[in-house]
């Protein structure tokens, strides 16, 4: 069965770093999305994407994050200068159509020190 | 803007018994909803969906929710849980009268512990 795939599962950095996080949505997919999950808590949106832009972004989406699909195949997920409170589990996820459901990966954890 | 509530943060139920996970939502027209559940470090897997028609849908591993409209709840429901359904379990709703980027919103989530 098709699936999302994320790379790093886990990623230490150091406060100020920049990170990448980096998804293969499932091939024919049309919608893409990252979220975040603090702590096994809520899950929640960060930015969506359709068409090679972004569609709708969060107020959590400020200028530290980026998104792109360079290639057609990654979808990827930039913070420029991590902050200690970026520690979260990032999650991607990608849906065929607007009825349909999303399918995440496993996330990628982000921990900043 | 649309919204989810679970209003308990956990559901404690013994195995062979029902169960209840409650989610009520706010949007602006007709909702879709979701359901899905998340074991502990794996992302969420998708459960059961309401788009339109038939109020009950059936899912994964058992599960069923009620779509009601009047009171704008789409409760989660199985007639005889399993220790392995203790997880942490996600209403969430998308507003298709939104934005272009049909984002899906979700709730706090309710962590169900089924004792055996």
């Known amino acids: 069965e098709p699936e999302v795939t994320q790379t790093p599962s886990h990623q230490v950095t150091q406060m100020g770093q920049e990170v990448i996080l980096r998804c293969v949505p499932i091939?024919?997919?049309?919608?893409f999305y990252w979220y975040r999950q603090i702590l096994g808590q809520k899950v929640e949106f960060l930015v969506s994407?359709?068409?090679?832009?972004?569609?709708?972004k969060s107020e959590i989406f400020d200028d530290q994050f980026s998104v792109e699909r360079p290639d057609g195949s990654n979808f990827t997920l930039k913070i420029r200068s991590t902050k200690l409170e970026d520690s979260a589990m990032y999650f991607c996820?990608?849906?065929?159509?607007?009825?349909?459901?999303?399918?995440f990966g496993e996330g990628s954890r982000l921990t900043v020190l | 803007a649309q919204s989810v509530a679970q209003p308990e943060d956990q559901v404690n139920v013994a195995e062979g018994n029902p169960l209840t996970v409650k989610c009520t939502y706010s949007?602006?027209?007709?909702?879709?909803l979701f359901w899905y559940v998340q074991y502990p470090n794996r992302g969420l897997q998708f459960l059961l969906k309401?788009?339109?028609?038939?109020?009950l849908v059936k899912g994964s591993y058992g599960f069923e929710a009620e779509f009601n409209k009047s009171q704008t709840s789409f409760h989660l429901k199985k007639p005889s849980a399993l220790v392995s359904d203790s997880a942490l379990y996600f209403c969430?709703?998308?507003?298709?009268?939104?934005?272009?980027?049909?984002?899906?919103?979700f709730g706090a989530g309710t962590r169900l512990f089924v004792k055996a």
């Open positions: 994407f359709y068409n090679n832009e972004i569609s709708e």
């Open positions: 949007v602006s027209g007709n909702p879709y």
């Open positions: 309401y788009i339109t028609g038939d109020n």
């Open positions: 996820a990608s849906m065929q159509g607007t009825t349909g459901e999303l399918f």
């Open positions: 091939s024919n997919h049309l919608y």
């Open positions: 969430a709703v998308r507003d298709p009268q939104g934005t272009g980027g049909f984002k899906t919103i």
